[in-house]
């Protein structure tokens, strides 16, 4: 069973930044995709960004392209995400995941079957 534990989360300005790190029980293999998701109140959750592979292969949703960066350690067993000029349309509560077996970064939820209990970003005007 693999267990997620996502941290990193807090209360910031827009404009400003947060780095969310998720730690994985076990080694996250290159066959298997980390993604990060969120989740706002009264509404689904949504695909923010994936990485496969070694590192080199991302996904990112067009809301957060160029804003935030994913990316992990195999060897320690992370995944991060660095969130800059943060907006707050970018609140909720963010989950970091593990897919199935893939080959591609995948948004979808049902692509990924495991979760950590999620992290609350607010960002304020």
């Known amino acids: 069973q693999v267990q997620l534990v996502e941290s990193g989360g807090g209360l910031v300005q827009a404009g400003g930044s947060l780095r969310l790190s998720c730690a994985a029980s076990?080694?996250?293999?290159?066959?298997?995709?980390m993604g990060w998701f969120r989740q706002a109140p009264g509404k689904e959750r949504e695909f923010v960004a994936g990485?496969?592979?070694?590192?080199?292969?991302?996904l990112y949703a067009d809301s957060v392209k160029g804003r935030f960066t994913i990316s992990k350690d195999n060897a320690k067993n992370t995944v991060a995400l660095q969130m800059n000029s943060l907006k707050p349309e970018d609140t909720g509560v963010y989950y970091c995941?593990?897919?199935?077996?893939?080959?591609?970064?995948?948004?979808?939820?049902?692509?990924?079957?495991?979760w950590g209990q999620g992290t609350q970003v607010t960002v304020s005007s």
């Open positions: 995941a593990k897919s199935r077996l893939v080959v591609r970064v995948s948004e979808r939820v049902d692509d990924y079957n495991y």
């Open positions: 076990g080694p996250i293999f290159r066959t298997y995709a």
């Open positions: 990485v496969i592979g070694s590192g080199g292969s991302t």
